[in-house]
C-alpha cells in the first residue's frame, strides 16, 4: 500500500503561482510513476504531468507545458507540483496518483494504483 497526502492548494490571481507538494508513505518509490491529475467542476479527471521516480523523467499535458514543472525530492518521498503563470481555467481538485512502474509500461492508458485526497486550487481572474 502507498499512502498520498497532498498539501499547498489554495486561491491564487490569475498570473500567480503555487506548489502543490504529495508527500508518500508505505512503500519506497523506487518502482512507481508518479503523477498529478485534477479535475475541474463537471469536466473529468485529466492528466496533468508524471515522472518516473527512478529516473525523474517528466511529462506533462500540453495545456500545462511550459508552465507547471513536477520534481520529486527522494529523501523526502514527496513530489512536487510547481505551477507558475496559473490560469483561471487550471482551477480543480489536484489529486496525486501513484503507478506501479511495470504495469503502467505494459498499459500507460490504466488508471493509477492509488490516489490522494485531492487539493483544491482556486484561480481568480
Known amino acids: 500500500q502507498v499512502h498520498l497526502e497532498e498539501s499547498g492548494g489554495g486561491l491564487v490571481q490569475a498570473g500567480g503561482s503555487l506548489r502543490l507538494s504529495c508527500a508518500a508513505s508505505?512503500?519506497?518509490?523506487?518502482?512507481?510513476?508518479m503523477a498529478w491529475f485534477r479535475q475541474a467542476p463537471g469536466k473529468e479527471r485529466e492528466f496533468v504531468a508524471r515522472?518516473?521516480?527512478?529516473?525523474?523523467?517528466?511529462n506533462y499535458a500540453d495545456s500545462v507545458k511550459g508552465r507547471f514543472t513536477i520534481s520529486r525530492n527522494t529523501a523526502k518521498n514527496t513530489v512536487y507540483l510547481q505551477m507558475n503563470s496559473l490560469k483561471p481555467e487550471d482551477t480543480a481538485i489536484y489529486y496525486c496518483?501513484?503507478?506501479?512502474?511495470?504495469?503502467?509500461?505494459?498499459?500507460?492508458?490504466?488508471?493509477?494504483?492509488?490516489w490522494g485526497q485531492g487539493t483544491q486550487v482556486t484561480v481568480s481572474s
Open positions: 515522472i518516473k521516480w527512478s529516473s525523474g523523467s517528466p
Open positions: 508505505g512503500r519506497t518509490l523506487s518502482s512507481y510513476i
Open positions: 496518483a501513484a503507478y506501479l512502474a511495470y504495469l503502467f509500461g505494459r498499459d500507460p492508458d490504466r488508471d493509477p494504483d492509488y
